[in-house]
């Protein structure tokens, strides 16, 4: 199946100036365009997964999952602020523009038929459609030829979120990270929705053959904590020890203009259990 781009009329409110604005950007998503299309002077702080995207690990960052306080936003003295909706509480937004700060809000959790879109929306708010419709065909080329490949051997895999202080809980098969392992051309093993804790008997009959994680899904010993969930060590992937790291801005969120290096990952795994 082919992805076929449509591009729309962005939104002209947007409006960015160089060297006038202060940005502040909530959501990894809108993150990656941004510095993409080479407007990264304009960002004074962040939020969510931004390590991967060159230039920008090395900036403020507001921390946790949501925002619900505008003084972190504040500290970094924004003239605008983007934001994924699902990132930020209207609350605090409207503290924002009550202060005289310009927010502009983007939906979250974005399809993959939606990114193009976006991606123009965004480099037209920096005055740089061109470019972005460039970008835009450009990820649009880049799922083609994933979609192009030839499919692997229907290895299963199942995602489990664990590390770092959280629960173990395994991905359904509305999350993100499962419409990637179908995509990269793998079988997603769970048929609930959401993030849910497994008992051990659901566990040993998904029988997973690959398992991925987040990098600090690490013990101690370093092993990986998945092996701590009822039932796991007794799956294919625990017994041969085929488990892979899965990056976070892949699986929070929505897809994104990353998510065809995401899926490649994922199919690179796939491969390694067929090899």
Same mark, same amino acid.
């Given at each position: 199946?082919?992805?076929?781009?449509?591009?729309?009329? $962005?939104?002209?409110?947007?409006?960015?100036?160089?060297?006038?604005?202060?940005?502040?950007?909530?959501? /990894?998503?809108?993150?990656?365009?941004?510095?993409?299309?080479?407007?990264?002077?304009?960002?004074?702080?962040?939020?969510?997964?931004?390590?991967?995207?060159?230039?920008? $690990?090395?900036?403020?960052?507001?921390?946790?999952?949501?925002?619900? +306080? $505008?003084?972190?936003?504040?500290?970094?003295?924004?003239?605008?602020?983007?934001?994924?909706?699902?990132?930020?509480?209207?609350?605090?937004?409207?503290?924002?523009?009550?202060?005289?700060?310009?927010?502009?809000?983007?939906?979250?959790?974005?399809?993959?038929?939606?990114?193009?879109?976006?991606?123009?929306?965004?480099?037209?708010?920096?005055?740089?459609?061109?470019?972005?419709?460039?970008?835009?065909?450009?990820?649009?080329?880049?799922?083609?030829?994933?979609?192009?490949?030839?499919?692997?051997?229907?290895?299963?895999?199942?995602?489990?979120?664990?590390?770092?202080?959280?629960?173990?809980?395994?991905?359904?098969?509305?999350?993100?990270?499962?419409?990637?392992? +179908?995509?990269?051309?793998?079988?997603?093993?769970?048929? /609930? +929705?959401?993030?849910?804790?497994?008992?051990?008997?659901?566990?040993?009959?998904?029988?997973?053959?690959?398992?991925?994680?987040?990098?600090?899904?690490?013990?101690?010993?370093?092993?990986?904590?998945?092996?701590?969930?009822?039932?796991?060590? /007794?799956?294919?992937?625990?017994?041969?020890?085929?488990?892979?790291?899965?990056?976070? /801005?892949?699986?929070?969120?929505?897809?994104?203009?990353?998510?065809?290096?995401?899926?490649?990952?994922?199919?690179?795994?796939?491969?390694?259990? +067929?090899?």
């Amino acid at each position: 199946m082919r992805f076929w781009l449509f591009i729309v009329a $962005a939104m002209g409110s947007v409006t960015v100036s160089a060297g006038e604005e202060r940005l502040v950007i909530i959501g /990894h998503q809108l993150t990656e365009i941004v510095f993409e299309l080479g407007a990264d002077d304009q960002v004074v702080g962040l939020h969510g997964y931004v390590d991967h995207i060159p230039g920008a $690990a090395g900036l403020p960052r507001l921390r946790g999952p949501r925002q619900t +306080s $505008a003084e972190g936003v504040l500290s970094f003295r924004p003239t605008t602020v983007w934001v994924m909706e699902d990132r930020a509480s209207p609350e605090m937004l409207r503290q924002l523009e009550g202060v005289g700060v310009s927010v502009v809000s983007f939906p979250g959790d974005w399809a993959l038929d939606e990114v193009p879109r976006r991606v123009v929306e965004v480099a037209e708010g920096l005055g740089r459609r061109e470019a972005g419709e460039a970008l835009a065909r450009r990820f649009v080329e880049e799922l083609n030829a994933i979609s192009e490949m030839p499919p692997p051997a229907p290895r299963r895999a199942m995602f489990v979120l664990g590390g770092g202080g959280r629960p173990l809980l395994v991905a359904g098969k509305d999350t993100t990270v499962a419409k990637m392992i +179908s995509l990269a051309g793998g079988v997603n093993v769970t048929e /609930h +929705s959401g993030y849910q804790l497994l008992g051990p008997e659901a566990i040993m009959r998904s029988a997973p053959e690959l398992i991925l994680m987040l990098a600090d899904a690490k013990r101690d010993d370093g092993q990986p904590v998945i092996l701590d969930l009822p039932g796991i060590r /007794h799956t294919p992937a625990a017994r041969e020890q085929r488990w892979q790291v899965v990056e976070g /801005h892949c699986i929070s969120g929505g897809m994104s203009l990353s998510t065809p290096a995401c899926i490649r990952a994922i199919r690179r795994s796939l491969d390694d259990v +067929s090899s």
